[in-house]
C-alpha cells in the first residue's frame, strides 16, 4: 500500500470528528487539527461546541492558550475578548473604544452528535454520520502517523466500512462486542481514530475497565503494524 490515492478525505467538502465531546468541558479550550487547520474547541455557556481557527486575529497567538469566561473566549496575549460568534467584544489597551468589525475570530461549522464534535472547513450541510448504531462506551482516541488514505486501506482489512462514507468502520471482537472506528484527517501524514466498543457491564465495573484496556491494546497493536514501515518523528503530543 501507498500513501497516495486518488480519493480525499477533504474537510471542505466532508465533516469529519475533530474530538470527543467528554474531552471538551465547559471552560476548556482544546487544541485540535483537521487537514492541517489548527483548531480551538470550546464550549459558549449554553453548553454549545464551537470550532475556531486556532488563531487570533491580533498578532496570531493560538486561542487555546486562552480561557473561556461564559459566552466569551479572551486571548491570553493582549486580552482580547471575542464572543461565541467569534466578534471581538473588548480590547484591554483601548477600553473606551469600540473593536473593529474586522476583528474577528475565524470560526467554523461545527455540530456534536454521537458523543464526537465534528467540524468542516467549508460549507456543507450536516447531514449526520448515517444508520450507525453506537457503542455504548467512548474508549479513546489514538494518534496514527501515517496518512489518512494508508490508515484506512490497512483497516479495511480488520474493519467493515459503514455510514456515510469510509472513514467510519465496525467489526466484533471475540466476545461479540462491537467496536466501532471514527477516522480524523490531521494531515497527510497523521490520523486520530477514535475508538467506541459495547460495555458489557456498569461504567467503572471491573469488568467494564478490563474491556476498555482490551480493546485499547488491541488498536495499540493495530496501529503499531500501521506504522512498522513509516519512519518519522514524533512531534504531536495531543493523543
Same mark, same amino acid.
Given at each position: 500500500?501507498?500513501?497516495?490515492?486518488?480519493?480525499?478525505?477533504?474537510?471542505?467538502?466532508?465533516?469529519?470528528?475533530?474530538?470527543?465531546?467528554?474531552?471538551?468541558?465547559?471552560? *476548556?479550550?482544546?487544541?485540535?487539527?483537521?487537514?492541517?487547520?489548527?483548531?480551538?474547541?470550546? *464550549?459558549?455557556?449554553?453548553?454549545?461546541?464551537?470550532?475556531?481557527?486556532?488563531?487570533?486575529?491580533?498578532?496570531?497567538?493560538?486561542?487555546?492558550?486562552?480561557?473561556?469566561?461564559?459566552?466569551?473566549?479572551?486571548?491570553?496575549?493582549?486580552?482580547?475578548?471575542?464572543?461565541?460568534?467569534?466578534?471581538?467584544?473588548?480590547?484591554?489597551?483601548?477600553?473606551?473604544?469600540?473593536?473593529?468589525?474586522?476583528?474577528?475570530?475565524?470560526?467554523?461549522?461545527?455540530?456534536?452528535?454521537?458523543?464526537?464534535?465534528?467540524?468542516?472547513?467549508?460549507?456543507?450541510?450536516?447531514?449526520?454520520?448515517?444508520?450507525?448504531?453506537?457503542?455504548?462506551?467512548?474508549?479513546?482516541?489514538?494518534?496514527?502517523?501515517? #496518512?489518512?488514505?494508508?490508515?484506512?486501506?490497512?483497516?479495511?482489512?480488520?474493519?467493515?466500512?459503514?455510514?456515510?462514507?469510509?472513514?467510519?468502520?465496525?467489526?466484533?471482537?471475540? #466476545?461479540?462486542?462491537?467496536?466501532?472506528?471514527?477516522?480524523?484527517?490531521?494531515?497527510?501524514? *497523521?490520523?486520530?481514530?477514535?475508538?467506541?466498543?459495547?460495555?458489557?457491564?456498569?461504567?467503572?465495573?471491573?469488568?467494564?475497565?478490563?474491556?476498555?484496556?482490551?480493546?485499547?491494546?488491541?488498536?495499540?497493536?493495530? *496501529?503499531?503494524?500501521?506504522?512498522?514501515?513509516?519512519?518519522?518523528?514524533?512531534?504531536?503530543?495531543?493523543?
Amino acid at each position: 500500500m501507498t500513501d497516495v490515492e486518488p480519493d480525499c478525505f477533504d474537510a471542505h467538502i466532508r465533516w469529519y470528528p475533530v474530538a470527543a465531546s467528554r474531552e471538551v468541558g465547559r471552560g *476548556r479550550i482544546v487544541q485540535s487539527i483537521l487537514n492541517g487547520q489548527e483548531l480551538a474547541l470550546w *464550549r459558549s455557556a449554553d453548553g454549545e461546541a464551537r470550532a475556531w481557527e486556532n488563531r487570533c486575529p491580533h498578532r496570531g497567538t493560538r486561542l487555546s492558550l486562552g480561557y473561556v469566561a461564559g459566552d466569551t473566549l479572551s486571548c491570553a496575549y493582549h486580552g482580547w475578548r471575542f464572543d461565541k460568534d467569534g466578534t471581538c467584544t473588548y480590547i484591554p489597551a483601548k477600553p473606551d473604544i469600540s473593536p473593529p468589525q474586522s476583528a474577528c475570530a475565524k470560526s467554523y461549522a461545527a455540530r456534536e452528535d454521537s458523543g464526537l464534535i465534528w467540524a468542516t472547513l467549508g460549507d456543507m450541510p450536516w447531514n449526520g454520520i448515517g444508520d450507525v448504531s453506537m457503542p455504548s462506551a467512548f474508549c479513546r482516541s489514538f494518534v496514527v502517523y501515517r #496518512s489518512p488514505h494508508y490508515t484506512r486501506r490497512f483497516l479495511q482489512n480488520h474493519f467493515a466500512a459503514v455510514g456515510v462514507d469510509d472513514a467510519m468502520m465496525e467489526r466484533r471482537d471475540g #466476545s461479540g462486542a462491537r467496536h466501532v472506528l471514527f477516522l480524523q484527517p490531521m494531515s497527510g501524514e *497523521r490520523t486520530v481514530v477514535y475508538l467506541w466498543i459495547d460495555a458489557l457491564d456498569e461504567t467503572g465495573s471491573a469488568l467494564h475497565i478490563d474491556a476498555m484496556s482490551r480493546a485499547a491494546r488491541e488498536f495499540k497493536k493495530l *496501529r503499531t503494524q500501521i506504522e512498522a514501515d513509516m519512519p518519522h518523528a514524533r512531534v504531536w503530543s495531543g493523543r
